[in-house]
């Protein structure tokens, strides 16, 4: 099987798996994206869906390594500013 047959079945996996997430996971867990919060814009698991329609599977690997760090940072940035609440970041540490 070559990787051209295969990456649009794992991007179609990727986004399903995804959407679930957001939709029986997200909402129970009890924390937000630190990304969005800090930063604005898309939560991880929005821009992890964005990217895997633009993009390549290994660009969207890198792509998503580099925003689950830019989490972490801002989990600590958030968790720094004495902001009242737990700050969690949504890729857990890498």
């Known amino acids: ?9 794992a991007k ?17 867990k009890g924390f937000s ?4 919060l800090l930063h ?5 698991s929005n821009f ?7 993009q390549s599977l290994i660009e969207t690997v890198k792509l998503s390594r580099q925003r689950f760090q830019e989490c972490a940072q801002a989990s600590k940035t958030l968790a720094s500013s004495n902001c009242g609440f737990i700050v ?7």
Do not use: W
């Open 1 to 9: 099987m070559s990787n051209l047959s295969f990456e649009p079945l």
């Open 12 to 28: 179609t996996m990727t986004i399903n798996s995804i959407n679930v997430y957001q939709k029986y996971i997200s909402p129970a």
């Open 33 to 36: 994206c630190p990304h969005r």
């Open 40 to 44: 604005g814009g898309d939560s991880c």
């Open 48 to 54: 992890v869906k964005k990217i895997l329609s633009e």
């Open 88 to 94: 969690i970041p949504c890729c857990l540490p890498l």
